[in-house]
């Protein structure tokens, strides 16, 4: 097959593709990842890409044309223009805690009981009258010393035992693993310690990953990391994602290979920041939603998608981190969280189990803004949970200049109500390149407040205002001109972009009013709603509840809680016992199926209106 040159610009990189590659691999190839949201279907038109000469021909005023549509039948130089590009995410990391996470409320009735401990033994000498083995003398001081009975040893452990154990004159300190009550000696080094007990928590998100290090003796994090996930290069969101594995011979093997290469980068730069090695870590525990799990493991997710939504499992067994391709110690348990349903996954249980809502009288509300949409509703009694489909919008995935939280995507918005001036911040200080979910949920707010939509999400023609005008899609506002744009594009939102925030802030609200039909309580009857997400804690509360986002309940029963998912993972590494629990909270939640019946669909066509079409249910707000 011939094979023709791509040269990406402005990088100015060269790679040789064979003939009929798409542009997308071709710049993948290249190191490059151009954004994909739809899975290459061609349908989002987010893959932009420009040919500057085709053939030795210089195409001086190409147009822009789909990166995943277009084929290389030529040599060709493109430019990828950084809106179309996957590039650093404003990723919500939890390094921001100073304090150990032994100070958790979770620990007030549990004692902290790391996955992983480091012993330190001075072992008896052998001589002619006690021959006794090198494993047997270790599991001998371990069963007198530290009451252990039954440890396991990894192979590679045993293998470097009788050297390491000589190396050290019979001073060893040991890593050992222990997962319902059945311990694993996973290292071993001659002498006294040289590196605290770690451990890996790591949330494996549709759109990012977030990988966290911490020191399983005092519950510190020692450091964080997080990108978006590789697997976004196949699909926005978790649909797109399964279509494509099932569209492709070997499409769960490329999505299975993307997030753990997205995992192993993680890795590697916090342990080369902290000068540690791979073989000191000895355990890994993972949350993501059910889909991920299921493609981290490298389980067909299939049949998640397909009525009636059946998951191959909700609990995952262990694994040796060497069996997934992860680049720790390689006989590292890497643990993956329990889902509920197929809709409602580990993160999920993993925030829940973060926030104490399993253990507290208080009725909380959970809400977790993403595409998915998932919400749990209960107290130490009894929980429910559903996952409302809110669509990727709010990931700025269906917005004509949507884009996520990333440098230069606008995340916060006002707008003069005399003049209709506007006013916008970009994330780093950028020129405005496009908007992110938080700013979306902000101009929608802005744009109702200042009367350029109506309740229904119509632009008005109001007056003489040069930023409402007919567009290629229908009217549309101009937040930001081509001028003062990154892109040299105008950043605007669309009607159809309106109906399709209105689609998704209507899914969530339907889901939380089903949620309480469902237990027959009425929305005030929720003492505390926790707003989870890396995406959860840039939403101003007041904006949400103006749209009708979330329910009118005062300001301070509301809390953000980050990314409860990687929290409540590092939770599980800290505590034994909170692996009976997580597994305890994926049994006793009790998933609603929203596609049974008529109220949810009900709930979803009152929701269509800003804030809702029953103005009762938001009388705080002031409407
Ligand atoms: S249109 Fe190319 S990836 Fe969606």
């Given at each position: 097959m011939d094979k023709f040159s791509v040269t990406i610009m402005p990088e100015n990189l060269t790679v040789y593709v064979p003939q009929g590659t798409n542009l997308i691999n071709a710049a993948k190839t290249a190191g490059i990842d151009i954004e994909s949201p739809c899975g290459c279907r061609g349908t989002c038109g987010k893959c932009q890409v420009k040919i500057i000469n085709l053939g030795g021909v210089d195409c001086p005023d190409s147009d822009y044309v789909l990166a995943c549509q277009t084929r290389v039948e030529k040599d060709m130089v493109i430019e990828a223009p950084q809106f179309s590009r996957l590039t650093k995410h404003k990723v919500l990391l939890s390094s921001e805690e100073k304090e150990s996470l032994l100070e958790h409320g979770y620990f007030k009735d549990v004692e902290v009981n790391p996955l992983c401990k480091k012993i330190y033994a001075e072992l008896d000498k052998p001589d002619l009258t006690d021959s006794m083995s090198d494993l047997d003398r270790v599991r001998m001081h371990l069963m007198k010393n530290c009451g252990i009975e039954d440890v396991k040893i990894s192979i590679s452990a045993l293998r470097k035992l009788s050297n390491v154990v000589r190396e050290g004159d019979f001073n060893i300190t040991l890593t050992i693993v222990t997962i319902k009550d059945s311990a694993e000696i996973i290292n071993i080094e001659a002498g006294k310690p040289d590196s605290p007990s770690l451990g890996l928590a790591v949330d494996i998100g549709t759109t990012t990953v977030v990988v966290n290090l911490i020191d399983t003796e005092n519950g510190k994090i020692i450091d964080s990391a997080g990108t978006y996930n590789k697997q976004s290069a196949y699909g926005s969101d978790v649909i797109s994602r399964i279509v494509y594995c099932d569209e492709n011979d070997n499409g769960l093997e490329l999505l299975q290979k993307a997030v753990i290469e997205t995992i192993n980068e993680l890795i590697d730069t916090v342990l080369k920041k902290n000068k540690i090695n791979k073989s000191d870590i000895p355990v890994m525990v993972c949350a993501g939603n059910t889909v991920m799990s299921h493609m981290f493991l490298n389980m067909p997710p299939t049949f998640i998608r397909l009525e009636p939504y059946v998951p191959g499992a909700s609990k995952y067994p262990v694994v040796s981190s060497k069996d997934l391709g992860i680049n720790i110690n390689p006989d590292a348990k890497v643990i993956t969280l329990p889902s509920v349903a197929s809709y409602v996954g580990g993160d999920i249980t993993s925030g829940v189990l973060s926030t104490l809502m399993s253990k507290s009288e208080l009725l909380t509300l959970f809400i977790d803004v993403g595409t998915n949409g998932e919400l749990v509703l209960g107290n130490s009694d009894w929980m429910v949970s559903c996952s409302c489909s809110a669509g990727p919008a709010f990931e700025g995935s269906g917005i004509t200049c949507g884009m996520r939280?990333?440098?230069?995507?606008?995340d916060w918005i006002e707008i003069d109500k005399e003049s209709m001036e506007v006013k916008v911040r970009a994330i780093g200080n950028k020129k405005p390149l496009g908007i992110c979910g938080s700013g979306l949920i902000y101009s929608l707010s802005e744009m109702l407040d200042s009367g350029i939509i109506d309740r229904a999400g119509n632009i008005l023609e109001n007056g003489s205002s040069i930023r409402v005008r007919m567009g290629n899609e229908g009217k549309e506002f101009v937040l930001v001109f081509a001028k003062d744009s990154g892109s040299g594009r105008d950043v605007v939102v669309t009607e159809g972009d309106i109906k399709n925030l209105i689609r998704a802030k209507g899914a969530i609200f339907a889901g939380i009013r089903t949620m309480l039909q469902q237990v027959e309580l009425d929305v005030d009857a929720i003492d505390r709603v926790y707003i989870a997400g890396g995406f959860g804690n840039y939403i101003n509360i007041t904006d949400a509840v103006n749209i009708g986002l979330f329910p009118d309940l005062p300001a301070d029963k509301y809390a953000y809680i980050g990314n409860s998912s990687v929290h409540g993972a590092m939770l599980v590494l800290l505590c034994q016992e909170a692996l009976y629990e997580i597994e305890d909270i994926s049994d006793r939640i009790t998933y609603i199926e929203l596609s049974i019946g008529n109220k949810f669909m009900d709930e979803f066509i009152s929701a269509l209106f800003i804030p809702h079409t029953n103005l009762n249910l938001f009388q705080r707000c002031g409407v």
């Open positions: 939280a990333m440098d230069g995507a606008i």
